[in-house]
């Protein structure tokens, strides 16, 4: 008899916050990577605007990003017909575990997370309890799915174990209810820093635009932040110590191109910082340049959008449905 090998797809969770225009930081250090895990896993990726309110935003402004990063998902590749691709506050559940499991996590537990503590010191006017307790948040959004695996860098590491810690102590009071989730570190887990400054890292709000390159960039504008990087006085492409500039160039190149450290600083022996900036913004440029063409049509499409928005919580509320009656049931809800 013949026997079918039907091996199941671990589950992969991730969001993105909807605050703003992703920059290649976070393209090359998350989305890009996204792409391939949907290719292998069973993923589910999200548009994370409940956790957006946790800092003051403009409504008009958030719905048009959330719009923007939705568009976005689509344009680096994702497909909404092989993964569940959503926007958070369409799907009720979310809201709804994270409050029962605010009722599992204790308050010196989330007192500890650095997001927190530098947060509130960054947004000092608007210390509110959502921030606080945004891990549960968090939390609820990679249980509901079951994830078995969540893509995160060093800044979410610490709300990942968070999230592992409440799904075991729930587990351990009710039974097992929740798939206790693994981080998923990438293969190259580049960490982009900023152009004017590399001992810190990218970020869309940075207040020197200089310092950061947006997914959208024009090859223009791209090729000017590149050119006006900050470097070193050595002349000379190589990866060391103390040559931040052109270690974080080198490594934007390397997750560009392919090409090793190696092979890169052999490609510009005796090549002067100017001809390494225009190399490095070109690869730059051809990087996105498909993500960019392929946003500009996706964002014109408001239907299509609609569409695949509406697909997506249908799918991600049915996922998730199960979970929250299933903990429901455990905690000793009256069930309607
Ligand atoms: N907190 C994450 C960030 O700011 C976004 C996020 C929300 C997330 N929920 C998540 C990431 C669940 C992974 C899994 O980057």
Not at 36 to 56: K, N, P
Not at 227 to 253: H, P, Q
Request: aromatic share 8%; charged share 25%.
């Amino acid at each position: 008899m013949e026997t079918v090998q039907t091996e199941k797809k671990k589950k992969i969770l991730s969001c993105i916050q909807p605050s703003g225009i992703p920059t290649l930081g976070n393209y090359l250090g998350a989305l890009k990577n996204w792409k391939t895990l949907a290719d292998e896993f069973d993923g589910a990726f999200a548009v994370a605007d409940l956790h957006a309110i946790t800092v003051r935003q403009d409504p008009a402004k958030l719905r048009q990003q959330t719009s923007e990063v939705l568009a976005l998902l689509l344009a680096i590749g994702l497909d909404p017909e092989k993964s569940v691709i959503f926007v958070q506050s369409h799907v009720p559940a979310h809201a709804q575990l994270a409050w029962v499991l605010n009722c599992y996590t204790q308050f010196g537990e989330m007192n500890r997370m650095t997001q927190f503590k530098d947060k509130s010191t960054s947004h000092a006017d608007n210390v509110n309890v959502g921030l606080f307790s945004y891990p549960v948040l968090m939390a609820a959004d990679i249980l509901l799915y079951q994830a078995d695996l969540v893509p995160v860098g060093a800044d979410q590491k610490q709300h990942l174990e968070i999230a592992r810690d409440i799904a075991n102590r729930f587990n351990g009071i009710y039974g097992n209810t929740f798939t206790v989730p693994d981080p998923y570190i990438g293969k190259n887990g580049a960490r982009v820093m900023s152009l004017q400054d590399p001992s810190k890292k990218m970020s869309k709000s940075d207040p020197n635009p200089k310092g950061f390159v947006s997914v959208f960039d024009t090859p223009e504008v791209i090729m000017k932040k590149f050119k006006s990087a900050v470097t070193d006085s050595e002349a000379c492409v190589r990866f060391a110590e103390g040559k931040d500039g052109i270690n974080n160039l080198m490594g934007i190149y390397s997750c560009c191109t392919g090409l090793t450290m190696d092979e890169i600083a052999n490609q510009f022996e005796g090549k002067g910082y100017g001809d390494f900036k225009v190399e490095v913004a070109n690869a730059v440029i051809e990087e996105l340049r498909p993500v960019r063409e392929r946003y500009n049509q996706i964002i014109t499409d408001k239907a299509y959008l609609k569409e695949v928005a509406a697909k997506g919580a249908d799918t991600a509320s049915r996922i998730a449905g199960r979970t929250l009656n299933k903990t429901m049931k455990k905690v000793g809800f009256l069930m309607p």
